[in-house]
């Protein structure tokens, strides 16, 4: 009983670590500052996966197929299509960040 306490214990910091994460970053103005906390927060390898996933993200939705995709960034094609399924969602979240990061 006490190690599925420990467990709900566990998630729920973690839900509230990532609200946190989240109005920090929403409230954060400095692209240096953002990109300095994110090569300290992540791995190299999770720093590489997240960019990436952007890559591929921005790829699609300036058109190219996902086999160029999984070309040129040597991504398989499930990561891409999961990319894709989540671009094309009403409203998806990934569309309004890459308007948000084109805009002047």
């Given amino acids: 009983m006490e190690d599925n306490q ?21 409230r954060a103005a400095d692209p240096q500052l953002i990109r300095e906390f994110l090569a300290c927060l992540l791995t190299p390898k999770e720093l590489q996966e997240v960019s990436s996933r952007w890559a591929l993200v921005r790829e699609i939705d300036s058109g190219t197929t996902q086999r160029e995709i999984a070309r040129k960034l040597g991504l398989s094609l499930c990561k891409i299509t999961r990319g894709s399924r989540e671009l094309k969602k009403a409203d998806s979240p990934f569309k309004r960040m890459i308007d948000l990061s084109t805009k002047k």
């Avoid at 420990?6 to 929403?26: G, M, V, Y």
């Fill in 6 to 26: 420990d467990k709900i214990a566990a998630e729920e910091a973690r839900n509230h670590a990532f609200e946190e994460l989240s109005l920090a970053l929403s």
